[in-house]
């Protein structure tokens, strides 16, 4: 059984948790591209076409086992608080949000218990996809290959004897695969090796972006790396080479943070704990701050400079410390001003949590403690 | 290098084309560019990693640097024109990858470094025989790999898959 219209709640978050490599890694998603036979795709589609698209795909994914109990939404009947959760969730693509000619047909089907699931009349008919925390690229592959094996049994596929499988952009055509890591990397952008791996990066076919996927810009050293090609390789040697190529970056990451310990240590210092000095005791916090700010945070977390916070909690600080997740949170929509002071407010919570739960004096690393968090600001 | 024209002028604007299917790089001087009506802004743009539109542009763009010429009817089921589909960067159908197969074929070969689809092979309801066969060839192959990399779970789902496959043959 799927549900409709289920409460956003807590889906789609599992992620946060982290997995392996989890203070480099944020996070690792594997998207397969997939039509439907005998529709246009939905670019050319009209609203009807589109509308049958999606009755197919929720009849399917009512009999598709790794979808039972999971949820399906359209994106029409959401408000647009609620819309923009689910791409700051990364759930959906903004592009799925593009207003169209009568309804638009845009929906989700999302797993009951994790963050598997099918964007419905995006760019293609369907974008099945997988986000698991942590670098784990070949987990994330098995649950999408199981979904499209599920799918593409129920609904007759296009696909091409050469080409393979068939999409509305010719860059996803064959695999239609596009695997990618969110890695974070500060010891590469302070040492100034960034360019020479993206250089690498670009070199070996694969490519990379912001946050937020093509077009994005790279904020609080944040990239996504992702495959460029899709066609003329295997799914597993796609992944295997995303995968191989990032344990590479993780490298020389590493590498980089060492040589800050130990030819800068204290300016690294410094900078780990003005971060979460500013994070702790800001009153007003700009989103992009706020992300540059967590990137040092969590460069301390992964160089053992802090003791608190967890991973799990800058996890759960990028997502939530966005717009929507904060408008959700007070109940109201929120000017940029106001944005601004609930996400302070929100990050300091956290970080004091964390705070008491590991002991760690707040603020300073060394002894007595100053209280950061000072009395109520009257309003 | 020298300009392939006048061959005096250093050779300032490299373009590279496709025609009939086959790569082909030009280089000129940016004053005999001009006379080919190239401009020096494009043509660097395509000599580098050119993003998809400014490709797709330059096979609409008139003169000696287009490679594929027009499709001359649009697509008989979604009706999307060789026009539109450079000008979106998107075909409209699954039937266009059919009626323009050959510029896609060079497109595609441009875009990946190959044409030839070398990942799982999709089944419909009206495949033969030799498909099924191939499809399951390729799962073994890919259960083999799975066994390799001591990725168990996958190769125990590869198992199944193959197992229900030839029972139903």
């Not at chain 1, 064959?174 to 500060?186: E, F, N, Y």
């Not at chain 2, 075909?91 to 441009?110: A, D, I, N, P």
Request: glycine residues 10%; charged residues 25%; hydrophobic residues 40%.
């Amino acid at each position: 059984m799927i549900q409709d219209a289920a409460p956003l709640d807590e889906r789609g978050l599992d992620w946060i948790r982290g997995g392996g490599e989890a203070e480099i890694v944020l996070s690792s998603r594997v998207r397969v591209a997939r039509n439907l036979q005998g529709f246009p795709f939905p670019g050319r589609a009209g609203a009807e076409e589109r509308a049958d698209v999606v009755e197919r795909v929720r009849a399917a994914a009512e009999h598709a086992e790794s979808m039972d109990g999971g949820f399906f939404w359209e994106v029409d009947s959401l408000d647009t608080v609620d819309r923009e959760i689910l791409v700051e969730r990364h759930l959906i693509s903004r592009d799925l949000l593009a207003p169209r000619r009568g309804p638009s047909g845009a929906a989700l089907v999302l797993a009951r218990e994790s963050c598997c699931g099918v964007m419905v009349n995006e760019e293609d008919h369907l974008r099945l996809q997988a986000l698991v925390g942590g670098l784990a690229l070949e987990s994330a592959w098995r649950q999408v290959d199981r979904l499209d094996e599920e799918i593409g049994a129920l609904l007759p596929l296009a696909y091409h004897h050469q080409f393979g499988f068939l999409t509305a952009c010719p860059t996803n055509v064959g695999t239609g695969l596009r695997a990618s890591v969110l890695i974070h990397i500060p010891g590469l952008v302070l040492t100034k090796e960034i360019s020479k791996v993206l250089e690498g990066i670009s070199q070996v076919g694969l490519t990379y972006r912001g946050l937020y996927g093509e077009g994005s810009e790279v904020v609080g050293n944040f990239f996504q790396i992702s495959n460029q090609t899709t066609l003329g390789k295997t799914e597993e040697d796609l992944i295997d080479h995303l995968g191989r190529v990032t344990g590479k970056v993780i490298d020389y990451e590493r590498g980089a943070r060492s040589v800050l310990l130990t030819e800068a240590p204290s300016v690294l210092e410094d900078k780990v704990w003005r971060a979460y000095g500013i994070l702790r005791a800001a009153r007003s916090l700009g989103l992009e701050e706020m992300m540059n700010l967590l990137s040092g945070v969590r460069l301390g977390v992964s160089l053992k400079l802090l003791k608190s916070p967890r991973v799990e909690t800058l996890n759960e600080i990028l997502v939530r410390g966005q717009l929507a997740h904060l408008e959700r949170a007070a109940g109201a929509r929120l000017s940029e001003h106001e944005a601004d002071v609930c996400r302070a407010t929100y990050v300091r919570d956290k970080l004091a949590k964390d705070e008491r739960d590991a002991g760690q004096a707040p603020a300073d690393g060394t002894s007595d403690a100053t209280v950061v968090d000072g009395p109520p600001s009257g309003g | 290098m020298l300009c392939e024209d006048c061959r005096e002028r250093e050779a300032e604007v490299h373009l590279t084309s496709i025609e009939a299917e086959e790569m082909r790089s030009v280089h000129l001087c940016v004053g005999c560019a001009n006379q080919r009506g190239i401009s020096a802004e494009t043509a660097e743009t395509v000599a580098g990693a050119p993003p998809l539109a400014d490709f797709l542009a330059q096979l609409g763009s008139s003169g000696p640097q287009t490679p594929i010429p027009d499709a001359s009817e649009p697509c008989p089921f979604c009706g999307i024109s060789a026009a539109d589909f450079r000008k979106a960067g998107r075909v409209g159908c699954s039937q266009c990858y059919v009626h323009f197969e050959t510029q896609l074929r060079g497109l595609l070969r441009r875009i990946h470094g190959s044409s030839q689809h070398a990942g799982k092979l999709y089944l419909s309801e009206a495949s033969d025989i030799t498909d099924r066969l191939g499809r399951i060839s390729s799962m073994r192959r890919r259960l083999k790999r799975a066994i390799e990399t001591e990725d168990f779970e996958t190769a125990a789902e590869l198992r199944d898959r193959i197992h229900a496959m030839e029972t139903r043959e």
